[in-house]
């Protein structure tokens, strides 16, 4: 089982990012794969997550602004980050878990090796 995220980088307060988590080794019929991010000196935090049966579960304060998808050609969950803020920098994660969707992190059984989003004028 492998996960990586990739698709971070620098972007201006407003701007948009789209992370992608790229993985192999198992099929969603059986995991669900989520995305956290953890901030320095801040505990991860989940963001949105994909369950198996395919219901999207996204933290209410990012509703709106973040969009969990599957890219089924290039076997991707995509996280779409739109109107960025500083205080979404950190590094992000993706990871996956069976059956259903947690928001805690100790529920995953596997993680990609994150990807750092850096939001700043």
């Known amino acids: 089982v492998q996960l990586q995220a990739f698709g971070g980088g620098l972007v201006q307060p407003g701007g948009s990012l789209r992370l992608s988590c790229e993985f192999s080794?198992?099929?969603?019929?059986?995991?669900?794969i989520g995305w956290f991010r953890q901030a320095p000196g801040k505990e991860r935090e989940g963001v949105s997550c994909?369950?198996?049966?395919?219901?999207?579960d996204t933290v209410d304060f990012l509703k709106g602004r973040f969009t969990i998808s599957r890219d089924s050609a290039k076997n991707t969950i995509d996280l779409q980050m739109n109107s960025l803020k500083a205080e979404d920098s950190a590094v992000y994660y993706c990871?996956?878990?069976?059956?259903?969707?947690?928001?805690?992190?100790?529920?995953?059984?596997?993680w990609g090796q994150g990807t750092l989003v850096t939001v700043s004028s």
């Open positions: 990871g996956a878990e069976p059956p259903k969707c947690s928001d805690l992190p100790y529920n995953y059984d596997y």
């Open positions: 994909l369950n198996s049966n395919g219901r999207i």
């Open positions: 080794g198992f099929t969603l019929d059986h995991y669900s």
